[in-house]
C-alpha cells in the first residue's frame, strides 16, 4: 500500500522531538575543559581552521564595535526633533477694569409687599 500514518510517524516524531536535533548537546558538561585540552593535538589543516575561525571573530567584534562607535556620532548630533521650543512669551493684561463694577451708583431699592 502507499504510504500510511505508521510509516511517517517516526521521521514526523524525529523532526519534532528535542532528542534527535543534532544541536543538542548530551550528557554531563564537566568533561568540557579535557576537549579543549585535546586541541593540543590538532593537525596543521585543523590549527589553520581554528585560528582562521578565531579571526572571523575578532573582525566581527572589530566591526560591531565601529557600528557602537558610529550610531553613538550620528546619536550625537542634533536633530529637529530633539530641540525643544523655549519659554513662552507672556504679555502681563490687567484685567482689574472688567472684573470690578465701573458703575458706582447703588441701584435703586424699593420694598414690596403681597
Known amino acids: 500500500m502507499g504510504n500510511t500514518y505508521e510509516e ?4 514526523a516524531r524525529e523532526t519534532l522531538n528535542i532528542m534527535y536535533d543534532k544541536r543538542v ?14 586541541e593540543k ?3 596543521a589543516s ?16 572589530e566591526m ?4 557602537l562607535t558610529a550610531f553613538k556620532k550620528q546619536k550625537a548630533k542634533t536633530s529637529p526633533y530633539d530641540l525643544s521650543p ?3 512669551a507672556r504679555i502681563e493684561v490687567d ?9 458706582r451708583n447703588k441701584p435703586k ?6
Not at 46 to 61: F, G, Q, S
Not at 95 to 103: D, G, K, S
Open 86 to 88: 523655549g519659554p513662552l
Open 109 to 114: 431699592e424699593e420694598d414690596v409687599k403681597c
Open 8 to 11: 511517517e510517524e517516526p521521521s
Open 46 to 61: 585543523e590549527k589553520d581552521e581554528n585560528r582562521i575561525a578565531a579571526d572571523r571573530e575578532t573582525k566581527k567584534i
Open 25 to 38: 548537546f548530551r550528557g554531563n558538561t564537566h568533561g568540557i575543559g579535557a576537549l579543549k585540552a585535546s
Open 64 to 67: 560591531i564595535k565601529n557600528q
Open 41 to 43: 593535538n590538532l593537525t
Open 95 to 103: 484685567l482689574t477694569y472688567f472684573l470690578t463694577e465701573q458703575n
